[in-house]
């Protein structure tokens, strides 16, 4: 945790932050090859 340094409460704060929110970023970062997949295949407009 370095982000909190040696002040407990931050740590703790940062830990239940991490927790709360862990599972959706693992779902966001799992879901990336397939948004990836999709923009790829946009066809954008020509600018003039």
């Known amino acids: 945790m370095v982000c909190a340094g ?3 409460l931050l740590r703790e704060a940062v830990t239940l ?7 959706r970023h693992a779902g966001l970062l799992a879901d990336i090859p397939l948004q990836v997949e999709k923009i790829r295949g946009i066809k954008l407009p ?3």
């Open 6 to 8: 040696r002040q407990p």
């Open 17 to 23: 932050v991490a927790g709360w929110h862990g599972q």
């Open 46 to 48: 020509k600018l003039r």
